[in-house]
């Protein structure tokens, strides 16, 4: 894993079903407020995310989080996605347990680099998210609010301040889509109960002071399998032996062993596997 970024935080090798899997804990590459106003504001540099409705005194606007992470930058190409989870610290909320639903982002973003101190952001500064831009002041949302599919890849209730977790198979169908194609992986959009006022809630954001209360996204998935070489038949390494008699068994056969892709293993083929014999 050395070859891969340092938003791996840390790595497990385990034997599952015959194969290795590996568990992987990333760190948010990037992550926001979308903040509904009648001006540009933003908060993509702050150390809180939010999600949900504030009160009547601040207008009862939304407020919606965005989270990204880097996962071609930590997981090799062509692995299987088996697994993803969520993690978020909650930090302030004035309201009982609301759902939290979680949705894949459908286009480009940019953090930015407003930190206001807390959730009602500051006048927006080139390069931030807002609830109208996805990078201010040119590139522009599809819909006020933020481009995301309508259905939620996982929901959680979330009550008073704790660590929450979101998963389900179709987040590591998230995960797995901005593995194959890295280009389409704008991350999530974390929205509350916008039904109500006095919903808001304050997660940790990548820049909170502890570490510990930092977003995760915990995956756990199958790597590549190494192809082996033409003429090693029986995948161990090594060209040998055990390669010829496979080959001589299917000596006349369509294969195995049919190495110059005639149809049938014959001599040509058995030139071949000595060629290449290493034992």
């Avoid at 609830?131 to 995301?148: I, V």
Wanted: aromatic share 6%.
């Amino acid at each position: 894993m050395s070859t891969f970024t340092a938003t791996a935080l840390a790595l497990v090798v385990a034997a599952s079903a015959g194969a290795d899997t590996v568990t992987i804990e990333l760190s948010a590459l990037k992550d926001a407020t979308l903040i509904q106003d009648s001006q540009e504001l933003a908060n993509g540099s702050g150390d809180g995310i939010y999600s949900g409705r504030v009160g009547p005194t601040g207008g009862g606007t939304r407020r919606r989080g965005l989270l990204a992470f880097d996962v071609a930058g930590a997981i090799p190409s062509g692995s299987t996605i088996l697994s993803a989870t969520l993690v978020l610290q909650l930090v302030a909320t004035n309201s009982n347990t609301h759902v939290v639903s979680l949705h894949r982002v459908t286009a480009a973003w940019s953090e930015g680099p407003t930190a206001p101190p807390g959730g009602e952001g500051f006048p927006a500064a080139p390069g931030d998210v807002t609830w109208t831009k996805r990078q201010f002041p040119d590139l522009a949302w599809s819909t006020a609010g933020g481009s995301f599919v309508s259905t939620a890849s996982a929901v959680t209730p979330v009550g008073q301040t704790e660590s929450y977790a979101w998963t389900s198979m179709a987040m590591a169908n998230d995960v797995q889509a901005w593995l194959d194609a890295p280009e389409s992986n704008h991350g999530w959009l974390l929205r509350g109960n916008e039904s109500l006022t006095k919903t808001a809630k304050k997660f940790a954001s990548r820049e909170a002071i502890s570490t510990d209360y930092r977003p995760r996204l915990v995956l756990t998935y199958e790597p590549p399998q190494d192809p082996c070489a033409a003429a090693d038949l029986d995948c161990d390494g090594i060209v040998g032996s055990a390669d010829l008699g496979i080959l001589l068994g299917a000596w006349g056969t369509a294969g195995p062993g049919d190495l110059d892709d005639d149809g049938v293993v014959g001599a040509d083929d058995l030139s071949v596997l000595l060629g290449a014999w290493s034992a």
